[in-house]
């Protein structure tokens, strides 16, 4: 089983063209890992109250006196809406409506005071000559939570209002394409799942001020952030049982693996133990995520948060907190597992090349992609993966920083690659402009002062350094998701 030769790059690329390799035991393996998932504690589906909103009949100009008459929405227009939004609800899975007022006649006050326990409101317009933004102030201020205003052509002339909420946590669309409401939508479950979440970081957090901090991190978002030990994690270790970290290791990584290079089996099975006790207590502490700064330790937990991304949870390394929130950030909204990379930039091919020695296997509901199983470049020791991505596939990377500015760059992947001066998963990236996000690398958002932690130097590294990247492009929904909670979107590679 193992090889102790270099991986040969034109066999490994050859095998996984197109991304076509899977093994015979894959379906298997996903239906495993499925079951798996649900191993963790469910999170309560985010409510979200509905909200009809028009006028109907007839009424007096208040000047003249003279009567003015509307156009009125037809009882079949909000069943065929009502029908779309349940089939939404079953689609997404984690999703409650409620309500369906309609004003008028239900009196504003009177919805606002039924919607306030809601995680979100979803207010669709349907008629009103002059949009009723008073309506809006009162109902979605007033409850103080986030919204989607959903505004559809020929509701009336008050879409010209709208853009004065801009900044007031609201998605605000303005189109006939009722598919917009998936995104919007899924979206606005981010919220009410953030405030479910328990991140453990694993002798405490690495990142800019903001993030490291419990205190603002539950302001910001909702969330627990809680420091533990290594030794906590060492100690569930040496009780599980020696049988069922072989059987981790052989069912999921070695049976699996394109190709084991360096590791011994033992080396595998070690990794396999210390993933099922971070299991074990992130299930006891029902948490979603986990960073850690001793995953560099004996042994290393690069299979760890690998096998945490294939489950749809977090796990990240060298206790980056700010990749941590990014990359659950996108699991709700997009339901994306996040590669933590230590990128670099190439001018001359306007990209960026990715690469580090953690990523995930596989895509909810997707094929596991190729891998190889290495150790970990910088130490030659370990545990870790050289997975093969998909190349001509988009991608987005992303970083939230301070718990306010997400910055962003979409490309797509041009190649993989085998550098033996990089971390083992490369594959390079184009960007827009490569000069432009070399000389404007953090966007000005990130300044020393923001970091925190000891090693300092090493520490402050990382807010600048490390960035998530994650399958698909999700700018145009990532400012969506800036709206609704309250972060700027800043694309690094684009010149303002």
Known sequence: MRDTDAVNRREFLGTAAGGSFMLA????ARSAAAAERDAWPKLRPARIYKVYIGRSGATKNARTGAEVRYLTWSNEEITKLDNYLRDLEKKLGDVTFVGGDTIPPTDVAEVAAKAASADGMLLTWLSGHGGDYETLDKLRFGVGMPAVSFFQPFSGHG??????WKDRKVVLLSTSNLGELDEAVSLLRVPA??????????DGPRGTKAACSPEEVKKKFGADLVTI??????????????????????????SQARKIVEPTRQEIIDSARYYLAVKQLMIKENARGICSTACMGVPRGCLTFSKLGDLGLVGACEGDIDSTLTE???????????FITDPVIDEARNAVVQFHCTSFTQR???KRMPFVIRNQTDSGGGVALQV??????????????????MLVVPGKIIETGTNPL??????????????????NWGGGAIVPTDFTGNMAQYIGAMPMLHRAVFYGDHVRALKRLGSLMGFKVIEEDRPA
């Open 193 to 202: 799942l953030m405030k479910q979440t328990r991140i453990l970081a694993v």
């Open 328 to 338: 659950l950030l996108f699991a709700y909204a997009f339901r994306e597992p996040g």
């Open 364 to 366: 909810p509901g997707g």
């Open 159 to 164: 879409w010209m209002w709208h853009q004065q």
């Open 388 to 405: 093969q991505w998909q190349v001509g596939e988009p991608v987005t990377m992303a970083k939230l920083v301070n718990l306010d500015t």
């Open 25 to 28: 035991s894959q379906p298997a």
């Open 422 to 439: 990089a971390c083992r998963t490369q594959f390079t990236q184009t960007v827009r402009d490569a000069r432009h996000l070399f000389m």
């Open 229 to 254: 030990k290594n030794d906590q994690i060492l100690e569930i270790a040496k009780s599980i049982d020696p049988k069922a970290a072989e059987a981790e290791a052989q069912q999921y990584w070695i």
